[in-house]
Nanobody, 126 residues
Framework: QVQLVESGGGLVQAGGSLRLSCAASGRTFTMYRMGWFRQAPGKEREFVAGISWNGGSTYYADSVKGRFTISKDNAENTVYLQMNSLKPEDTAVYYC???????????????????WGKGTLVTVSS
């Protein structure tokens, strides 16, 4: 089991950039697949980006491809989400999530994740 704490959210203008961080506790972190999900006002939580347990593969929702980059620092037990060219429709609470089973990278769904952070709010003004 791990604890996840997100940080880095805030208010930015459209076209700007922001980097989110997810700090994870636990010595098994290096074997967990990690992902970012978001929930916009009035909408359900959706997948944004994911990374395999060894950091060798990344996965993105179509809506953020080419703009967002997920990365991982195993030494610091931290996952990042670099967000560029932000749009007002990116406004949401962003959640970090972890799955103990690092070998099912075909399944990036809310129901597949075991652990969740409390979220960090990203607001993009027009």
């Amino acid at each position: 089991q791990v604890q996840l704490v997100e940080s880095g959210g805030g208010l930015v203008q459209a076209g700007g950039s922001l980097r989110l961080s997810c700090a994870a506790s636990g010595r098994t972190f290096t074997m967990y697949r990690m992902g970012w999900f978001r929930q916009a006002p009035g909408k359900e939580r959706e997948f944004v980006a994911g990374i395999s347990w060894n950091g060798g593969s990344t996965y993105y929702a179509d809506s953020v491809k080419g703009r967002f980059t997920i990365s991982k620092d195993n030494a610091e037990n931290t996952v990042y989400l670099q967000m560029n060219s932000l749009k007002p429709e990116d406004t949401a609470v962003y959640y970090c999530a972890a799955d103990r089973r690092g070998d099912r990278n075909w399944l990036w769904e809310v129901s597949a994740m075991d652990y969740w952070g409390k979220g960090t709010l990203v607001t993009v003004s027009s």
